[in-house]
C-alpha cells in the first residue's frame, strides 16, 4: 500500500516577507534600536529561524507518522498471511449468507484462525489441523491417524500453490449438512484454494474438467468457527474451534480419481417423489404420493434403529478416499422438487436429525406445485442437498444417440442454472425416468456416462429398474436406489431395508 503526504503552508511567515530577504538577521553584534524600527520588531525578526526549524520538525514528524502506519499495515498482512481480497464474492452457498459485519477482534480470530488451519493443510501437517478442529467434528473421526490418512489420500495428486480469504462474517445460525446439528452466532470467511494436477495425473486420457482445473470449483468454500464458552470469565478468552475447513473439508467438491480403486459400501438410497396429505386421482400418483403421516413412520423407524443419514459427498468420500461412515449409513432422495416435499417432508427431516438430496427439474422451477428458488436455497440453509433432474424431465434414453445435442443441453444447462441461482457447485445428477438404466442399451449408458462425467457430475442415481443397496466405486453414475411407493405398508418399507 503507498503513502503520500501532503505538506501545506500551516500560515507562519515572518514579519519581513520570504525568509532569504527577511530584514534584521544580522551576523555580528545587534545594532542599537533606532526610532523607525522598536526593539520588539527586531526581536520577533530574530525568532524567524526558530520557526522554520519548528517547520522542519513538524514535516519530519508527519513523515514518521505515516511510516509507523505503513509498518503497523504490514504487520498485520503478515499476521493474516493471506491474500485478503476486498470483498466476498457471490459464489457462497445460501447457507453461509454474511449476516453481520464484525468487529477487529472477532474478524481477526477467525482470520488467524484460517491462515493456522489451511497453512498446515497446505503442508500436511494434520495433527495441527486435528488440533483446531471442533471436538463434534472430530468425533466423526475413529482416530487422528485415520483423518490424516484420508486427507493424503485425497489429495495425493494434486500441488497447492496457496489459497486467500475473503472478508469474514457472522452468522445467526449454520446447520452441518452431515450431522445436521444447528450451531448458533458462527463466523465464517470464504476462502479459494489454488492446487494444480501433477504430473501423473495430467497424462491420464479424458480427465474430467474438475480434475484438469481443479482451482475452478475450489472457489469461495465456507470456513466456519464458533467460540468455546471462556472457562474462566474474567481471565481466559473463548477458545475458536473449526466447524467447517473451507477446502479442507470433506464436504468441498469432489476430485475424482480418473481410475478408482474396486470398492464397494452398503448404502441404501431411497426414493421419493410426493409427500402430501393430498388424495390422489390416478394409479401413477398413488403410488408417487407417500402421506406424511406414513413418511413420519418411515423415519420413526430408521431414527429407532440407528440409521444415520449421509450426504453423497461422505458417500464418494468413503468409495473413493477410504473415508469413515457412520453406523447404518442411508441417503434420503426426493425427485423433481415438488413443493409438498418442501412443506411437508422437510419438517420432519428436521425433527429427526435427517438430511435430505432434492433432485431439481430447473424448468419446472417456480410453476404450480414446484418449490421456488426462495425455497430451495432455503432447503441448503437448513443443511439440505441439491442436484440436477435435467431442465425438462427429459428421458435421456433413446436421444443420447439419436439427438446427442439436445441431451447435452440437458445436461448442461440444468447445472449451470442450479448453479447460478444456488451459488454451490453441482455435482449430483438423477435420470428422469431412469433411463437408459432401466431399458436402455448398453451403449446408450455408456454415452450418457461419458457425457455427464465430461459436464463435471461426479454421481448419479438410477429408477428402479435396478435396485440394491451395494454401491460400487467403479459404477458413479449407476448409483442404486430403493423405491419408496405410496401404497407399501410399513412392514414393507422395512423388508426393503438391508436386514
Known amino acids: 500500500m503507498k503513502y503520500t503526504a501532503n505538506h501545506e503552508s500551516h500560515g507562519y511567515a515572518s514579519p519581513g516577507g520570504p525568509h532569504s530577504a527577511t530584514p534584521g538577521v544580522q551576523i555580528g553584534p545587534i545594532a542599537a534600536p533606532t526610532a523607525s524600527r522598536p526593539l520588539r520588531?527586531?526581536?520577533?525578526?530574530?525568532?524567524?529561524?526558530?520557526?522554520?526549524?519548528?517547520?522542519?520538525?513538524?514535516?519530519?514528524?508527519?513523515?514518521?507518522?505515516?511510516?509507523?502506519?505503513?509498518?503497523?499495515?504490514?504487520?498485520?498482512?503478515?499476521?493474516?498471511?493471506?491474500?485478503?481480497?476486498?470483498?466476498?464474492?457471490?459464489h457462497n452457498t445460501a447457507t453461509f449468507i454474511a449476516e453481520h459485519p464484525q468487529e477487529a477482534t472477532n474478524e481477526q480470530q477467525i482470520l488467524v484462525l484460517a491462515q493456522r488451519y489451511l497453512g498446515a493443510f497446505l503442508h500436511h501437517d494434520y495433527p495441527t489441523m486435528w488440533s483446531l478442529l471442533a471436538p463434534a467434528r472430530r468425533a466423526l473421526w475413529p482416530n487422528e491417524q485415520t483423518f490424516a490418512h484420508f486427507w493424503q489420500v485425497r489429495f495425493a495428486h494434486y500441488r497447492f500453490a496457496g489459497f486467500s480469504l475473503g472478508l469474514p462474517s457472522r452468522l445467526s445460525r449454520w446447520v452441518d449438512p452431515e450431522t445436521m446439528t444447528s450451531y448458533s452466532d458462527v463466523l465464517t470467511v470464504p476462502v479459494s484454494l489454488q492446487l494444480t494436477p501433477d504430473a501423473s495425473l495430467s497424462k491420464e486420457a479424458n480427465l474430467p474438467p474438475e480434475d484438469q482445473a481443479p482451482a475452478s470449483i475450489y472457489r469461495n468454500l465456507p470456513f466456519v468457527v464458533q467460540a468455546s464458552p471462556a472457562q474462566d470469565q474474567n481471565h481466559e478468552q473463548p477458545h475458536w474451534y473449526v466447524l467447517a475447513g473451507g477446502p479442507a473439508d470433506p464436504e468441498a467438491p469432489i476430485l475424482p480419481p480418473p481410475q478408482p480403486a474396486a470398492h464397494s459400501v452398503a448404502v441404501p438410497i431411497l426414493m421419493y417423489h410426493h409427500v402430501s396429505p393430498a388424495p390422489t386421482h390416478n394409479l401413477l400418483d398413488f403410488s408417487l404420493t407417500v402421506t406424511p403421516s406414513n413418511f413420519a413412520a418411515q423415519l420413526d423407524?430408521?431414527?429407532?434403529?440407528?440409521?444415520?443419514?449421509?450426504?453423497?459427498?461422505?458417500?464418494?468420500d468413503a468409495l473413493?478416499?477410504?473415508?469413515?461412515?457412520?453406523?447404518?449409513?442411508?441417503?434420503?432422495?426426493?425427485?423433481?422438487?415438488?413443493?409438498?416435499?418442501?412443506?411437508?417432508?422437510?419438517?420432519?427431516?428436521?425433527?429427526?436429525?435427517?438430511?435430505?438430496?432434492?433432485?431439481?427439474?430447473?424448468?419446472?422451477?417456480?410453476?404450480?406445485?414446484?418449490m421456488s428458488w426462495g425455497e430451495i436455497r432455503?432447503?441448503?440453509?437448513?443443511?439440505?442437498?441439491?442436484?440436477?433432474?435435467?431442465?425438462?424431465?427429459?428421458?435421456?434414453?433413446?436421444?443420447?444417440?439419436?439427438?446427442?445435442?439436445?441431451?447435452?443441453?440437458?445436461?448442461q444447462a440444468s447445472k449451470a442454472t442450479l448453479q447460478q441461482h444456488l451459488g454451490i457447485t453441482i455435482q449430483q445428477f438423477c435420470y428422469p425416468g431412469g433411463e437408459p438404466f432401466r431399458h436402455g442399451t448398453a451403449l446408450e449408458q455408456e454415452r450418457i456416462t461419458s457425457m455427464l462425467a465430461a459436464d463435471g457430475y461426479v454421481g448419479a442415481t438410477t429408477d428402479p429398474g435396478p435396485t440394491g443397496w451395494l454401491q460400487q466405486s467403479t459404477q458413479p453414475f449407476a448409483l442404486l436406489r430403493i423405491r419408496v411407493d405410496g401404497r407399501e405398508s410399513l412392514a414393507d418399507f422395512i423388508a426393503s431395508l438391508p436386514q
Not at 423407524?301 to 464418494?316: A, E, R, V
Not at 447404518?328 to 409438498?340: R, V
Not at 435421456?396 to 441431451?407: F, R, S
Request: glycine letters at 10%; one cysteine or more.
Open 41 to 90: 520588531a527586531r526581536r520577533r525578526s530574530c525568532l524567524t529561524l526558530p520557526r522554520a526549524m519548528q517547520l522542519l520538525l513538524a514535516g519530519l514528524l508527519c513523515l514518521l507518522l505515516v511510516a509507523i502506519a505503513v509498518l503497523a499495515w504490514g504487520l498485520y498482512a503478515l499476521l493474516s498471511g493471506s491474500d485478503i481480497s476486498p470483498q466476498a464474492t457471490s
Open 301 to 316: 423407524y430408521l431414527k429407532s434403529h440407528g440409521y444415520h443419514t449421509i450426504t453423497f459427498n461422505q458417500l464418494f
Open 320 to 370: 473413493y478416499f477410504d473415508a469413515p461412515l457412520p453406523p447404518h449409513p442411508i441417503i434420503l432422495t426426493f425427485d423433481d422438487g415438488y413443493e409438498d416435499v418442501y412443506r411437508y417432508a422437510v419438517p420432519l427431516l428436521q425433527a429427526h436429525g435427517f438430511s435430505g438430496m432434492f433432485y431439481i427439474i430447473t424448468g419446472a422451477v417456480g410453476a404450480t406445485g414446484y
Open 378 to 411: 432455503d432447503l441448503l440453509a437448513q443443511g439440505m442437498q441439491v442436484g440436477s433432474h435435467t431442465v425438462h424431465h427429459i428421458s435421456l434414453g433413446w436421444i443420447v444417440i439419436g439427438e446427442p445435442q439436445l441431451a447435452q443441453q440437458e445436461l
